[in-house]
């Protein structure tokens, strides 16, 4: 009964604080709100002359001087609307209707009149043969904003993803293939409305041909479930893929092969079926050339229509201690020998049945070395370990998932069964301070899962749900490092022939709910009950081996660790879409029980709580291209069994890791407003927004650093952090230049406490960063791009009792340059170099200077021959510097050097 009345107690002072909270933020909101004037409406309907409604009729707001300030196009029963800043009435004039076939129309606009009526008549003399019509290279329509494919693609461009990177507002991530809008991450990438990527969409932007694209569709509030479409509204943005010909039964795609010097080779096939019924991407892919292929195994959107529910499995990893030069493209020091076959297919039935597989088999070996030089901050002295690596890795994947879906008007219905291997091998030799030493990895990961989710209509407008989400992992793996490998691990400092660390870590996981949602005209109820269980097995056992004689750790009787969680919630969801305001409030109320034990250290813990964790964004339309969204979230987490192992784990050559805490418990409130404009016909796009977030966790890390050794120890301590983000950014269209800008900033401060050597030091870190691009075109033959970034970072502790702090600032810089040349009209050359520049305390700053070259001759029908040089100057090293709380790390790495290519690419 007194655990009853403290979780009782504790979730209504909980409830209390933060509804408490939230009615300041909602005040504050509404307070900036009501600052705005109000806002103008202009609608009206358009009709021929038999009063046929006109859809897609193109509506212009025009001032005195014939410049179009605001364009829409008219819905399916030729309605449109406008929503206009009090302070823009004044400039506006005319309001102008067109549309293909008819004489076009135009009315004053008077303040007084708010709705116009256009009944359009047959232009006659219009030939019926020829229909000349200039479309808007961007266009909006209610939550969708249309981009012309032909208006921003260039002759250099072959895939759709080249396009995306022109599209004012549209952003691509250059390493992984993300795309955001306006700032935000896409929710998926969909080809004429198909999930047929399951969200690892980089293979589809990077394969389909531009030409098979008509335009690009940027949809907010996506939802893409027919159920529950018009009913229950979504905050996600989605990007569709709108095909010319979704009729067309032709398989089209490419082949590139590339040979280079240092007998290189990139091949690759990718065969295209794109139509209403069938639709495949395949790829099948092979090269030493630098070129990974590890992207296209990874989701970056969500899958099948709906969320991932799947419970996140402990981050546990047993390694070589392997670095990598983030900051460079992959390609200059990635020295691989790889091959992927990657098949992504839907098939549809006349029954709106849909079959998809999704399969990727990925063979891998890849290798490297690195030169490290760490300097370790404790509160007597700075220790400084010296390392030199070479290691060769040799990775095998398996992903495949089948699904089943049938998406109508009366229910949905979705089941993906899905199987991943991974077997890995690493090999390394290593200097490490004074020892020599060989290491090895071998990583075997099995993972199975089924998702089931059905969503019927039952009958009036309510609709129901049933989901069970069901996931097996196993993770086995072993480290072993070999003579030459002097311990200083606690209880057992000595030299061994091999020391040997085995780890054994199966998972079982359940996620079942059911769920009501109640549509209204202004207010969506959702009720949702569920059932989460966990149950995961710790073995580890460290092993030290002398003149073959098998010794067990000393210190500890490793892990022998049992885990089983229980989750019942019960949640409230409610969508509030009242004139200009669209809200989210999520209420859950979960009750957590939590049961580990460790017998061979006589643990034994049960943790029971009852937590609420509200989640709540409100979005405001100040007008109907100007958003102010603000979001209020409390989130409770707790540990895994990561942080309650008791037995030691040697995690590679010089981190050793243990706990002593009991379970973490973690509280992290967000608040946070981000303010989204565009002015979709000018192409102009921009957004600004400020996160703040408090963490207050009950553990923190101790960092004990030796001469060769770190040890991580895991104890109670109540850790706050807290972290204030700024950021930002435009993308216009420069009609003049007849190119992109874009601009992004970012400010991160993060507040925190470390504990070094025993000793806790107050710790600051903040991160500047700003990154932009511009181009110019000449004459249709030349294209300049110019792409700057920068960054800012300054790590910090505070001197405490006697002890020193420190201070170490870092800043980087990287110089972008793009030449494009067209000297003839079937001839096209790239010219691309990249300045970095990188500086930290204590240490002499490092330039380098990085250049390709390359051109594409295109006079053979369907060929294209192309030839590359990469690293123009030779640069065969690298140099990147890191810090954090308690070091600072400079890593040297071995590149490529100068490679050339030739490529012939044949499209069918």
């Not at 300041?24 to 009206?44: E, M, N, P, V």
């Not at 983030?326 to 297919?345: D, M, R, T, W």
């Not at 020892?435 to 990895?441: D, E, I, L, R």
């Not at 107050?762 to 181009?775: E, I, Q």
Request: include cysteine.
């Amino acid at each position: 009964m007194k655990k009853l009345y403290r979780s009782v107690t504790y979730l209504i002072v909980t409830l209390f604080r933060s509804y408490f909270k939230f009615a300041i933020f909602l005040f504050l909101f509404f307070s900036i709100a009501k600052s705005y004037a109000q806002d103008f409406i202009i609608t009206g309907q358009v009709k021929d002359s038999a009063s046929k409604f006109l859809p897609s009729a193109s509506i212009s707001l025009l001032t005195a001087d014939e410049t179009i300030v605001k364009f829409s196009i008219s819905d399916d029963k030729g309605k449109f609307k406008f929503i206009i800043p009090n302070k823009e009435i004044a400039d506006l004039k005319w309001i102008g209707v067109s549309y293909s076939g008819y004489k076009s129309q135009r009315s004053k606009i008077i303040k007084a009149i708010q709705f116009y009526q256009f009944t359009l008549e047959v232009d006659h003399n219009m030939l019926q043969e020829v229909t000349v019509k200039t479309k808007p290279p961007i266009s909006s329509l209610g939550d969708t904003i249309k981009y012309d494919v032909a208006r921003f693609a260039d002759k250099t461009d072959r895939s759709i993803g080249d396009v995306l990177k022109r599209m004012p507002g549209i952003s691509v991530n250059d390493d992984d293939g993300t795309i955001y809008f306006n700032g935000k991450k896409i929710s998926n990438l969909y080809i004429d409305g198909d999930d047929l990527m399951s969200g690892k969409y980089k293979l589809a932007t990077d394969g389909i041909n531009k030409d098979m694209i008509q335009s690009v569709d940027i949809i907010k509030n996506h939802q893409p479930i027919n159920v529950l479409s018009e009913k229950i509204f979504s905050d996600a943005t989605a990007l569709n893929l709108v095909l010319k010909n979704p009729n067309s039964v032709k398989v089209s795609g490419n082949t590139n092969i590339g040979l280079g010097t240092s007998k290189q080779y990139d091949i690759s096939v990718t065969p295209i079926i794109l139509n209403r019924r069938i639709k495949a991407v395949d790829n099948v892919s092979v090269n030493n050339a630098g070129i990974s292929y590890d992207y296209n195994t990874k989701p970056i959107g969500s899958a099948n229509f709906i969320s991932n529910i799947s419970n996140e499995l402990p981050k546990m990893d047993l390694s070589l201690g392997i670095k990598a030069p983030s900051e460079l493209p992959q390609q200059s020091y990635y020295f691989n020998n790889s091959g992927i076959i990657n098949l992504n297919n839907i098939v549809k039935t006349m029954k709106d049945m849909q079959f998809k597989l999704n399969l990727q088999a990925l063979i891998d070996q890849n290798h490297g070395s690195f030169y490290g030089n760490t300097s370790n901050y404790t509160p007597k002295d700075t220790i400084f370990y010296v390392e030199n690596q070479t290691f060769e890795k040799s990775p095998t994947k398996i992903n495949g998932a089948f699904n089943l879906l049938i998406n109508k008007k009366k229910y949905f219905f979705s089941n993906t069964s899905g199987i991943n291997f991974t077997n890995e091998k690493q090999y390394g030799g290593m200097r490490f301070n004074n020892a020599a030493f060989n290491q090895q990895v071998d990583k075997n990961i099995v993972n199975l899962s089924n998702d089931i989710n059905w969503i019927p209509s039952l009958g009036s407008k309510n609709i129901g749900e049933l989901r069970w989400n069901l996931n097996y992992n196993k993770d086995n793996q072993h480290l072993n490092i070999d003579s030459g490998f002097y311990s200083q691990i606690p209880a057992q400092p000595a030299d061994y022939d091999r020391v040997t660390q085995n780890m054994l870590l199966p998972t079982l996981a359940s996620n079942f709910y059911i769920n009501y949602k109640i549509p209204g005209k202004i207010v969506n109820q959702l009720f949702t009950a569920g059932y989460i269980s966990e149950y995961q097995r710790l073995d580890t056992k460290l092993i030290f081996a002398k003149n073959d004689n098998l010794m067990p750790y000393a210190g500890d009787r490793g892990n022998n660790l049992r885990w089983y969680k229980n989750n019942f919630y019960v949640s409230m969801n409610y969508q509030v879409h009242y004139k200009k305001i669209r809200s989210f409030i999520n209420l859950p109320v979960t009750y957590q029980n939590i049961h580990y034990y460790q017998d061979e250290y006589n643990v034994n813990s049960r943790n029971e709580k009852i937590f609420f964790s509200p989640d709540i964004n409100v979005a405001y339309n100040l007008t109907n291209e100007q958003t102010l969204n603000s979001v209020f979230r409390i989130a409770n987490t707790f540990g895994d069994l990561v942080g309650v192992y008791r037995g030691g784990i040697l995690e590679d050559y010089r981190n050793f890791v243990s706990n002593e805490a009991a379970l973490q418990e973690a509280r992290k409130q967000t608040l946070g407003v981000i303010y989204n404009f565009q002015k979709t016909v000018k192409m102009f796009f921009a957004n600004v927004g400020i996160d703040y977030n408090i963490k207050k966790a009950t553990t923190l890390s101790n960092i004990q650093t030796t001469g060769d050794l770190q040890t991580t120890l895991n104890f109670p301590y109540e850790n706050d952090v807290k972290e204030i983000v700024l950021k930002g950014g435009i993308s216009k269209y420069l009609f003049k230049l007849r190119s992109n800008f874009s601009f992004q900033a970012n400010y991160i401060r993060a507040n925190s406490v470390s504990a070094i050597n025993g000793a806790f030091f107050p710790y600051t870190n903040d991160v500047c960063s700003f990154n932009a691009s511009l181009g110019k075109k000449f004459f249709d033959k030349v294209t300049i791009t110019y792409a700057p970034i920068l960054a800012w970072n300054n790590s910090r502790t505070e001197q405490q009792n006697n002890r020193n702090g420190f201070s170490v600032n870092g800043f980087h810089i990287e110089q972008l340059y793009a030449l494009s040349l067209t000297p003839m009209a079937k001839l096209d050359i790239k010219i691309a170099a990249r300045q970095s520049y990188s500086s930290l305390t204590g240490s002499s700053p490092v330039n380098y200077f990085f250049m390709d070259a390359g051109g594409v001759y295109k006079g053979i029908k369907r060929f294209d021959f192309g030839v590359n040089v990469y690293n123009l100057f030779n640069v065969k090293e690298f140099v990147l510097f890191n810090s954090n709380s308690y070091q600072t790390v400079i890593n040297r790495f071995n590149l490529r050097g100068r490679v050339g290519m030739i490529r012939l690419n044949y499209y069918f």
